[in-house]
């Protein structure tokens, strides 16, 4: 990974480049669930993903060019993620799982939390095998929640995501 990538909190600026990023209906449900509206404005956008609100992290270049995002906050004492995504230009450049890692270390690190967690839709065949290789592991949902019969829920303990870190400017 390039030396230069770093993680630092979301920006305003980064905000309509995100929104740039989601261009369907089924992508908008994908990444922000059921309820997150789309077609969406700049202020649903912002009330649906709880802009400023939840804790998140941006992985940016040395340009500053956004290139990943994603938040986290305590769920069941651990750290949870959602909303992760990478740049359409920058997929496959594993940048997923810098961003995966960094907000391992520093959501970890902020809520006091041992391990991680996420929800990913069972067709998401990308994430899952992202997942997969940062040593994720299907675990039961310990009680009811919407649309669980189309996720996974997937648990890791955070020792095994936080791997060498990147630049952090946070």
Same mark, same amino acid.
């Given at each position: 990974?390039?030396?230069?990538? #770093? ?12 929104? &740039? ?11 922000? !669930? ?9 202020? &649903? ?12 992290? *941006? ?8 290139? *990943?995002? !994603?938040?986290?906050?305590? #769920?069941? =004492? ?7 995504? /990478?740049?359409? *230009?920058? #997929? ?12 391992? #270390?520093? !959501? ?14 069972? =067709? ?21 929640? =919407? ?18 870190? /990147?630049?952090?400017?946070?």
């Amino acid at each position: 990974m390039d030396d230069s990538v #770093r993680l630092v909190d979301p920006a305003p600026e980064h905000l309509p480049i995100l929104m &740039s990023w989601i261009t369907a209906k089924d992508q908008c449900e994908q990444w922000g !669930g059921p309820l997150f509206r789309y077609p969406f404005t700049r202020e &649903s956008f912002r009330e649906d993903c709880r802009w400023g609100e939840l804790a998140g992290g *941006a992985l940016v270049g040395g340009d500053g060019e956004l290139l *990943a995002f !994603g938040q986290y906050y305590l #769920r069941r =004492d651990r750290c949870h993620f959602g909303r992760l995504i /990478v740049s359409p *230009a920058h #997929r496959g450049l594993r940048l997923g799982e810098e961003l995966v890692r960094e907000l391992a #270390r520093k !959501g970890c690190e902020e809520l006091g939390a041992e391990e991680c967690s996420l929800f990913v839709l069972k =067709d998401n065949a990308a994430a899952q095998a992202l997942y997969d290789r940062l040593g994720f592991a299907r675990a039961d949902y310990p009680e009811p929640f =919407d649309w669980l019969d189309q996720c996974e829920y997937l648990v890791a303990p955070a020792g095994a995501l936080c791997g060498p870190a /990147v630049s952090n400017t946070l």
